[in-house]
């Protein structure tokens, strides 16, 4: 075992200059504030993006903000329902890595090397753990996330990251 730690830089003498050259391989303005979302394009299986969606059209009135969106969506219609709710903010700026063919492990590499912030605003039952949550985190990326299972769990509110708080509904109505 190699007692030395992991180094994220690989040939990049640190943070900034990695984000740079991402950056420049994806076509992101270096000036630009980048914030990630990774992980499944689902609706129902990860995290509506209308909160998120909604939240960086209006930041983006004022700021040169980009989504970076970095995963799979698994069918046509899932995209199409994405395509239609991205109409709806004429402000916000979408860079999709991935989509209908899956993002590769290098377009993960350069998502998360680009990005300024990560936010997963996780919202259902299956997302139990967070892995983009750790890979965010071991990136030095800042997290947004849901205070949602697993998330809560690998976020320290305040300190490592920020928790939103969210309300399963369904558990409301039956209260």
Same mark, same amino acid.
Request: with cysteine.
């Given at each position: 075992?190699?007692?030395?730690?992991?180094?994220?830089? @690989?040939?990049?003498?640190?943070?900034?200059?990695?984000?740079?050259?991402?950056?420049?391989?994806?076509?992101?303005?270096?000036? !630009?504030? &980048?914030? %990630?979302?990774?992980?499944?394009?689902?609706?129902?299986?990860?995290?509506?993006?209308?909160?998120?969606?909604?939240? %960086?059209?209006?930041?983006?009135?004022?700021?040169?903000?980009? %989504?970076?969106?970095?995963?799979?969506?698994?069918?046509?219609?899932? !995209?199409?329902?994405?395509?239609? /709710?991205?109409?709806?903010?004429?402000? /916000?700026?979408?860079?999709?890595?991935?989509?209908?063919?899956?993002?590769? $492990?290098?377009?993960?590499? /350069?998502? /998360?090397?680009?990005?300024?912030?990560?936010?997963?605003?996780?919202?259902?039952?299956?997302?139990?753990? @967070?892995?983009?949550?750790? $890979?965010?985190? !071991?990136?030095?990326?800042?997290? &947004?996330?849901?205070?949602?299972?697993?998330?809560?769990?690998?976020? &320290?509110?305040?300190?490592?990251?920020?928790?939103?708080?969210?309300?399963?509904?369904?558990?409301?109505?039956?209260?």
């Amino acid at each position: 075992i190699d007692p030395k730690p992991f180094d994220w830089r @690989g040939r990049f003498a640190n943070r900034q200059e990695q984000r740079l050259q991402a950056r420049q391989q994806l076509g992101i303005s270096p000036n !630009a504030r &980048v914030v %990630l979302f990774l992980g499944r394009l689902s609706f129902h299986s990860k995290a509506h993006p209308l909160p998120l969606y909604r939240t %960086l059209d209006r930041l983006s009135a004022d700021n040169e903000l980009i %989504l970076l969106e970095c995963g799979h969506i698994f069918n046509a219609d899932i !995209a199409a329902a994405y395509d239609q /709710l991205l109409q709806r903010f004429p402000r /916000l700026t979408l860079r999709r890595l991935g989509g209908l063919t899956a993002a590769t $492990e290098e377009e993960k590499k /350069l998502a /998360l090397a680009a990005a300024d912030i990560f936010c997963s605003p996780a919202d259902n039952l299956q997302e139990t753990f @967070g892995l983009s949550v750790l $890979e965010a985190m !071991a990136s030095s990326l800042p997290v &947004v996330a849901s205070d949602w299972n697993g998330y809560r769990d690998l976020v &320290v509110h305040g300190s490592t990251g920020w928790l939103v708080p969210c309300r399963d509904l369904l558990q409301e109505q039956t209260k």
